[in-house]
């Protein structure tokens, strides 16, 4: 095997033109999203009152491989991308594996995160149709940022619901999504029906993804020339996130190398999704065999102790339904989990690919994780994301089992974003005052009581 640099880059020409998509190869689809109304299935003029009209074609387009990434995009893209691919050389001695390591990094945006990936897309998008301005939420900040980012480009206005746990405890991620001129208000909040109505039920709550969701569709809708957007889950979010496989593919052909393992965090499943595109490709044509595995935190662990079921996107239920795997709307994590990965539910495309066998999905208690992230940050230097983490984790404990068998398999996890704004997080590991709550059955239970009911389908 020829010598592998530390970090492998593709240079300009090398990437990637088009977006990859997944949906086009798979044997089956996953099952249409219904209209929350007449419980029929979604048609593509149905969404345009929530999505601008590209993004609603995107989110429906099952039959597309590839399709052309804009050239402004491409332009953006080329401000921070291609990211590296790292081989974690000191990680891999640290650990003693004969695995061979590699992560590809998102962290190397002001976003911190690979969110930026899909912001640009549907910030460039919305601005293409006319419209003048954005609604969002955000939970750990990152798509925020992210969208605030693309909307100072592109001159959109932009108000983002941030879920109030993460305001309060975050306030420098307000300060930064300010910065790109962006208006952040605390969800639940009095500015829309669905925030009051919550307020009311719940005074004390710290909010959840799914509730600022549901406000920040509500502002959309009833604002002029105004869409709301999302920064996971959906279809066109897994698309656009196909730009971090199709480079990383492309970086692994250069230096002769292919996964055994592929490895994501999984919280919408949206760098995940965009990270296994041309692998799974691959598996569903019977050209490899990589093992795909996705890391959930115990604390919200939908695809391992999920319903796979039709559900609401969000709290308020207004957003259409969709077949995934998912704890329920209503479901909020308990507040003292740190990490981001809060969403109730997953993407439809990874719950169908993980329902039918092609993926496998493993939950992590916060304090292991926060164990490999701080053994992660002294060995390759870089301060990982809590997110992001929880792929480190299990990258690190497939290469400890790669010891004990003597096998060298390649391992590539996804290393989707730095964690300078999560150092409460941090501390309370330090001070080893992070505690494991993981929801019993009956938590859950909870949750699954309030799936929507729908006549023939799901009773
Ligand atoms: C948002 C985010 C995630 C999780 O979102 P997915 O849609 O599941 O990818 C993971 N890591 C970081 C750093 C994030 O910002």
Known sequence: MKNIPHRIYLTEDQMPKQWYNLRADMKELPDPMLNPQTLKPIAEEDLYPIFCRELAHQELDNTTRYIDIPEEIQDFYKMYRPSPLIRAYELEKALGTPARIYYKFEGNNTSGSHKLNSAVAQVYYAKKQGLTSLTTETGAGQWGTALAEACAFFGLDLTVYMVKGSYDQKPFRKSIIQTFDANVIASPSDTTEAGRRILAENPGTTGSLGCAISEAVEKAVTTP????????????????????????????????????????CAGGGSNLGGLIGPFMKDKLQGKADPRIIAVEPASCPSLTRGRYAYDFCDTGKITPMARMY?????????????????????????????????????????????????????????????????????????ALKCKETGEAKTILFGLTGTGYFDMTAYSSYHEGTMTDYIPTDADLQRGFDALPVIPGVQE
């Open 326 to 398: 998912t704890l329920g709307s209503g479901f909020i994590p308990s507040p003292n989990h740190a990490g981001g990965l809060r969403y109730h539910g997953m993407s439809p495309i990874l719950s169908k690919l993980y329902h039918d066998g092609y993926m496998e999905a493993v939950s992590v208690e916060q304090t292991r994780v926060f164990e490999a992230a701080t053994f992660f940050a002294k060995k390759e230097t870089i301060l990982p994301a809590p997110e992001s983490a929880h792929a480190i984790r299990a990258a690190i404990d497939e």
């Open 225 to 264: 020339n105004c869409r709301y957007v999302l920064g996971s889950v959906l279809n066109q979010v897994l698309l656009h996130q196909s730009i971090i496989g199709e480079e990383t593919i492309k970086a692994m052909e250069l230096i002769d190398e292919y996964p055994d393992i592929v490895i994501g």
